[in-house]
């Protein structure tokens, strides 16, 4: 039976989204200066990367980053929709929303580290990750596309509303004010906020986090059904959603590592989880 080779991108093309992986965790970096601004062609290669991630055995966490220390991204290119027709624009969000719908089904946690300035179109990537981390002091984040005259069109609407409620998610769009990664964290957009010295200290932060999920530590195969549980299971009805959990919970039971966690409890001693 012949295997089907997966296309990789382009690689005469600039490269814009960087894909390393260190110690089981993947790490996405968006890159194009000055503030990490996304079009099409960015999403095309953020896109291919997650397939990668998702694919990639070696991988069971992913960080989604920006390059350098003042953006995490700001957006969608202005000048691109400047430029674009209608109909492209729309495709343009069709296809960036089903990019960010691949990176919050993947089965694997995802972390958004919040180098910089997370604005916009940015945000709306980082609310598609399972966990938020940002550097104090580092930048701000909001939605301000009112003030464009249109509205959060990458999945901000949606997600934001699901984080926050409707209530303050319609007050933070409508404003559409920025506000410092500390605010953030009182609104329960960001997860934690961590104190850093500089850009490197930041992410060796943010990986120790992203490792502590990894195996032969943690059973990784366990945290990726709980993100799929509660990803899928929270947007259909509350019965369906049991049914998943107790599908999942069937697959963790069969697991190698579901039968390791229980003995290595019932034995008194630390678990050695394989990742299946």
Known sequence: MSQKVMEQPDVSQKVLVHYAVEDKVAVLTLDDPPANTYTHEMMLQLDAAIVRARFDTDVEVIVLTGKGEKFFSAGANINMLNEADPVWKYYFCLHANETLSRLEQTPKLTIAALNGHTVGGGMEIAMAADLRIARKGAGKMGLPEVNLGVLPGTGGTQRLCRIVGKSHAIELMVQGDLFDFEVAHEKLLVNQVLEADGHEDFMRQVMEYAKSFTTPG??????????????????????????????????????????????????KRTADFKGA
């Open 218 to 267: 943690k059973a990784s195969m366990a945290v990726g059904h709980i993100k799929r549980s509660v990803q899928s299971g929270a947007e259909i009805a509350f019965e369906y959603g049991l049914a998943l959990e107790r599908e999942l919970q069937a697959k963790l039971f069969a697991s190698k590592d579901g039968k390791e966690g229980i003995a290595a409890y019932v034995e």
